[in-house]
T-cell receptor, first 113, second 114 residues
Framework: AQSVTQLDSHVSVSEGTPVLLRCNYS??????LFWYVQHPNKGLQLLLK??????LVKGINGFEAEFKKSETSFHLTKPSAHMSDAAEYFC???????????FGAGTTVTVRA | DSGVTQTPKHLITATGQRVTLRCSPR?????VYWYQQSLDQGLQFLIQ???????AKGNILERFSAQQFPDLHSELNLSSLELGDSALYFC?????????????FGPGTRLTVL
């Protein structure tokens, strides 16, 4: 079985400050890990993905995530938040022997001016 | 723009009715997925098709069915609708339907059951 836990349901940051969104997963197999972003009334957009290559993954819009197998974590970071980063972020797991994606509950990010 | 299109954008209907949601995948993608997003259940995988064949099933109710046609577009049929079926329904597509594939999501169809 696989599961994804996003440790914060809501994160509020000031513009220009770092953003950290935490994600832990549990899986018995080698996972593929993704972060997707959903802006209000929009579909989901891929930010980045890990598929057993480099453990530090760079994505779009300045986001990056680090896969830590020992901690079963895949936290998402950005050095400097922008107002346009206000959205909902989903950590997602896909197993090598499975076809479906399992989504975390989501983290809502608000950015204060 | 992901290249995945979904119609209609909004759908309002009554309990007991039947509706059909349509999805056109990105050009070249062979696999289509359906997801339901609701406030109480979050994002849930419903079903996946690959090149016309069902490949994986998630938490899809028996009242719901889907198919993928030879031109690779897909339809999700929801019948005997209940209030609890109100949700945002997303379609996604990927090239090969593998676990490591990136899935590209459409803008969704918002279903409201009154």
């Amino acid at each position: 079985a696989q599961s994804v836990t996003q440790l914060d349901s809501h994160v509020s940051v000031s513009e220009g400050t770092p953003v950290l969104l935490r994600c832990n997963y549990s899986s018995s197999y080698s996972p593929s890990l993704f972060w997707y972003v959903q802006h209000p009334n929009k579909g989901l957009q891929l930010l980045l993905k890990y598929t057993s290559a480099a453990t530090l993954v760079k994505g779009i819009n300045g986001f990056e995530a680090e896969f830590k197998k020992s901690e079963t974590s895949f936290h998402l970071t950005k050095p400097s938040a922008h107002m346009s980063d206000a959205a909902e972020y989903f950590c997602v797991v896909s197993l090598s022997n499975d076809y479906k994606l399992s989504f975390g509950a989501g983290t809502t990010v608000t950015v204060r001016a | 723009d992901s290249g995945v299109t979904q119609t209609p954008k909004h759908l309002i209907t009554a309990t007991g009715q039947r509706v059909t949601l349509r999805c056109s995948p990105r050009s070249g993608d062979l696999s289509v997925y359906w997801y339901q997003q609701s406030l109480d259940q979050g994002l849930q995988f419903l079903i996946q098709y690959y090149n016309g064949e069902e490949r994986a099933k998630g938490n899809i109710l028996e009242r719901f069915s889907a198919q993928q046609f030879p031109d690779l577009h897909s339809e999700l049929n929801l019948s005997s609708l209940e209030l609890g079926d109100s949700a945002l329904y997303f379609c996604a597509s990927s090239p090969r339907g593998n676990a490591a594939d990136t899935q590209y999501f459409g803008p969704g169809t918002r279903l409201t059951v009154l």
